[in-house]
DNA sequence: TTGTTAGTGGTGAAAAGTGGTGAAATATGT
DNA sequence: ACATATTTCACCACTTTTCACCACTAACAA
């Protein structure tokens, strides 16, 4: 299970390496794409064919009515991670995040985002100040489970 | 069952030991995380995945609301105790929790809490001063708000 | 005291991260 | 199509960080 954040630097050109930490489990292969508010999302490419096959399952394509599939399918980039970990984050990818110097690799669960360091900061006050919203909404979900 | 706190030394780089009585239950495998109210949580392995569970995180989909798996997984750190029972605290846990040279580990039942001495010391006369209002609120049903 | 366990500092080899480079691949202009 | 310019990317080399040990000191019980 893909946990933790890793800060890693990026290139000018977008080159940044994938914290070791997060490699075997994502493997030499993996897609890159588009993710929310603006993230991008690593998935390994195993994971990533098991999301679009799996129907039942809610698969990562279905997101809201009104947002396109592709919007991830279309922006979702293979990649290939060379002897030290590292690749090229797509131009437009790295427009869509505004990712600068500084990336966040946050590991959730099966795939890992990509944050520009700031934002990232700013999203985990967000977070800090409505800790009891979060944790209430998961209970109230699992009322509603079997 | 976890009880009782310890004080240990946190070195420049966020090197610590659990303290000796924790190790035997919470074993060589340990993960941490942010706490609420400034705190970090340790727990074992096998709490951590029974948490899991019972709090219903889906981290095999890429789920809808994303806030609670950011903040629970994108949080926690696996870690490995060393031949002295230490590790490493991560560096962005230690700035959330604030914890300088001195930390207090505070079993509470199935998880340890790990508290700056300073704000645990402040916590502690917070408490003494307010042992009536929270008994009562408890005994009311209602919460106290530090 | 003496023996045993816990806590702490230090260290060096290994791992991870980062910058650079040149051949190959791709794009561009004529 | 061909020549030239530009980009890409696989690899080398260097720097920084990490972590598994060793060794000493403090606490404590017999």
Chains 1, 2 share one sequence.
Do not use: C
């Amino acid at each position: 299970m893909l946990i933790g954040n890793y800060n890693n630097r990026v290139s000018l050109k977008g080159r940044t390496a994938v914290p070791a930490k997060f490699r075997s489990e994502l493997s030499k292969k993996i897609i890159i794409t588009k993710g929310y508010e603006k993230t991008l999302f690593l998935i390994s490419e195993d994971e990533w064919e098991k999301q679009l096959n799996t129907v039942n399952l809610q698969p990562l394509v279905i997101s809201q009515p009104r947002e396109p599939d592709r919007f991830i399918l279309g922006n979702a980039f293979p990649i290939i991670l060379d002897d030290q970990g590292r690749f090229v984050i797509p131009k437009s990818l790295r427009q869509h995040a505004q990712i600068k110097e500084q990336a966040v690799f946050v590991g959730v669960g099966n795939r890992v985002e990509i944050w520009d360091q700031a934002r990232w900061q700013e999203y985990q006050q967000y977070l800090g100040e409505n800790v009891e919203k979060i944790v209430n909404s998961l209970a109230s979900n699992q009322e509603l489970k079997p």
